[in-house]
């Protein structure tokens, strides 16, 4: 695989201001680009914060490019574009239920996600509705990494996690008891759809192609060097174990990442669509998707 280079110059001498995870799976693909080895890519001024944080600056409009929840877009599309790359999609990467007990009942059961504008609960609610006739109980929003010790000291009966607590929630004493995208997969055929790039339409064409151009661009470099952007990688990823970080480099940097492609858009549009038709968010207009 080789990286194509850029030639132009950037359109822009102002630095696009972008919000992406500390996750490894960002850092992986963002690290190229934030770093000015990507000729004719647009300066970035990037901030880190998780995806619960970045679904609302994408809402308020506080950003001019940002890694978001797929689930955010029915209610940012208006005023920002979603680029064909960059993204995470894939197979066998779902968010996963946990219990304590395995094999449990959580009808009528305290559920604790990491949001309710995620990706993660679109595909949650779709699952409860398909396989829980009589629905869950209290839905409780708590950060993310507390969703683990929370289900092992009876706080909560379950809770849906994400990212690298796939690899980890057996430290926990917990069990398995769904994976999301294993059921979304087996109802759809379709790859899961989790997290979105998103940048200002205010751009423009020319300047919205161009910054698609030099991630995709990013995506490849990263690939043809995995070591390059290791240092940007570990500095960010929290203390993560460097395997578990590149087990979840391999799970969400895949053929997607680089561009959506047909059944990529198809799984962003039934997911949005499903979602619609269970009330969860507005409807998607025709064009919605459509880049730039």
Same mark, same amino acid.
């Given at each position: 695989?080789?990286?194509?280079? #850029?030639?132009?110059?950037?359109?822009?001498?102002?630095?696009?201001?972008?919000?992406?995870?500390?996750?490894?799976?960002?850092?992986?693909? +963002?690290? *190229?680009?934030?770093? /000015?080895?990507?000729?004719?890519?647009?300066?970035?001024?990037?901030?880190?914060?998780? $995806?619960?944080?970045?679904?609302?600056?994408?809402?308020?409009?506080?950003?001019?490019?940002?890694?978001?929840?797929?689930? !955010?877009?029915?209610?940012?599309?208006?005023?920002?574009?979603?680029?064909?790359?960059? /993204?995470?999609?894939?197979?066998?990467?779902?968010?996963?239920?946990?219990?304590?007990?395995?094999?449990?009942?959580?009808?009528?059961?305290?559920?604790?996600?990491?949001?309710?504008?995620?990706?993660?609960?679109?595909?949650?609610?779709?699952?409860?509705?398909?396989?829980?006739?009589? /629905?869950?109980?209290? $839905? !409780?929003?708590?950060?993310?990494?507390? $969703?683990?010790? @929370?289900?092992?000291? /009876?706080?909560?009966?379950?809770?849906?996690?994400?990212?690298?607590?796939?690899?980890?929630?057996?430290?926990?004493?917990?069990?398995?008891?769904?994976?999301?995208?294993?059921?979304?997969?087996?109802?759809?055929?379709?790859? $899961?759809?989790?997290?979105?790039?998103? *940048?200002?339409?205010?751009?423009?064409?020319?300047?919205?192609?161009?910054? @698609?151009?030099?991630?995709?661009?990013?995506?490849?470099?990263?690939?043809?060097?995995?070591?390059?952007?290791?240092?940007?990688?570990?500095?960010?990823?929290?203390?993560?174990?460097?395997?578990?970080?590149?087990?979840?480099?391999? #799970?969400? !940097?895949?053929? +997607?990442? @680089?561009?959506?492609?047909?059944?990529?858009?198809?799984?962003?549009?039934?997911?949005?669509?499903?979602? @619609?038709?269970?009330?969860?968010?507005?409807?998607?207009?025709?064009?919605?998707?459509?880049?730039?």
């Amino acid at each position: 695989m080789t990286t194509e280079p #850029l030639t132009a110059e950037p359109l822009t001498t102002e630095p696009l201001k972008i919000a992406y995870s500390p996750c490894p799976n960002d850092t992986f693909v +963002f690290d *190229a680009v934030a770093h /000015g080895r990507i000729p004719g890519a647009p300066a970035l001024d990037v901030t880190f914060a998780d $995806i619960d944080l970045t679904n609302g600056m994408a809402e308020r409009g506080e950003f001019d490019v940002l890694k978001v929840s797929y689930a !955010v877009l029915p209610y940012v599309l208006d005023d920002y574009a979603l680029l064909p790359c960059g /993204g995470a999609l894939g197979r066998g990467c779902g968010p996963l239920v946990l219990t304590r007990e395995p094999d449990a009942d959580l009808t009528g059961r305290t559920v604790a996600v990491p949001s309710e504008k995620s990706t993660a609960y679109l595909l949650f609610r779709l699952w409860a509705a398909d396989t829980l006739p009589g /629905g869950v109980g209290e $839905i !409780v929003v708590m950060p993310f990494h507390e $969703i683990m010790p @929370a289900v092992r000291d /009876g706080k909560v009966d379950a809770g849906l996690v994400i990212h690298e607590a796939r690899f980890t929630y057996q430290n926990y004493g917990l069990h398995k008891l769904a994976d999301m995208g294993e059921h979304w997969e087996l109802t759809t055929g379709l790859p $899961i759809p989790l997290g979105a790039i998103i *940048a200002r339409r205010s751009l423009g064409a020319e300047a919205l192609t161009r910054l @698609a151009e030099s991630l995709r661009a990013s995506v490849r470099a990263a690939w043809d060097d995995p070591l390059a952007s290791r240092p940007y990688v570990m500095a960010h990823a929290q203390e993560m174990d460097p395997a578990v970080a590149d087990q979840h480099i391999g #799970l969400y !940097v895949n053929e +997607f990442t @680089a561009g959506l492609g047909e059944d990529g858009y198809a799984a962003v549009r039934g997911l949005l669509t499903r979602a @619609a038709a269970e009330g969860l968010v507005p409807p998607l207009g025709p064009d919605a998707l459509a880049f730039p």
